[in-house]
């Protein structure tokens, strides 16, 4: 089991950039894969980025592509998502989450076992 906290959210304009990080605890972070949603208010959860245990492979959701990174370093037990261009559409609770599936980059919120609390992100225009 794994005990995930985001942090690095707040408000920005719009075309600025902001990274999120979110750490895990316990030793066995780096045998995940790991996971980024988004949930903006009265929509589904959707999907941003994920990366493999290994950090080799990663998957990035449609309306992010290009704009956002995700990265990860199993020696901090941390992974990141580097957000650039942002758009008030951006604007919503970003998670973090976890899947024992580390050879797989789910992109449905079923895909994962282990979720943080969530960090707001706030784009004005």
């Known amino acids: 089991q794994v005990q995930l906290v985001e942090s690095g959210g707040g408000l920005v304009q719009a075309g600025g950039s902001l990274r999120l990080s979110c750490v895990g605890s316990g030793r066995t972070f780096s045998m995940y894969t790991m996971g980024w949603f988004r949930q903006a208010p009265g929509k589904e959860r959707e999907f941003v980025a994920a990366?493999?245990?290994?950090?080799?492979?990663?998957a990035y959701g449609d309306s992010v592509k290009g704009r956002v990174t995700i990265s990860r370093d199993n020696a901090q037990n941390a992974v990141y998502l580097q957000m650039n261009s942002l758009k008030p559409e951006d604007t919503a609770v970003y998670f973090c989450?976890?899947?024992?599936?580390?050879?797989?980059?789910?992109?449905?919120?079923?895909?994962?076992?282990?979720w943080g609390q969530g960090t707001q992100v706030t784009v004005s225009s």
């Open positions: 989450a976890a899947s024992v599936q580390n050879w797989a980059l789910g992109r449905r919120p079923n895909d994962y076992d282990y």
């Open positions: 990366i493999t245990w290994s950090g080799s492979g990663t």
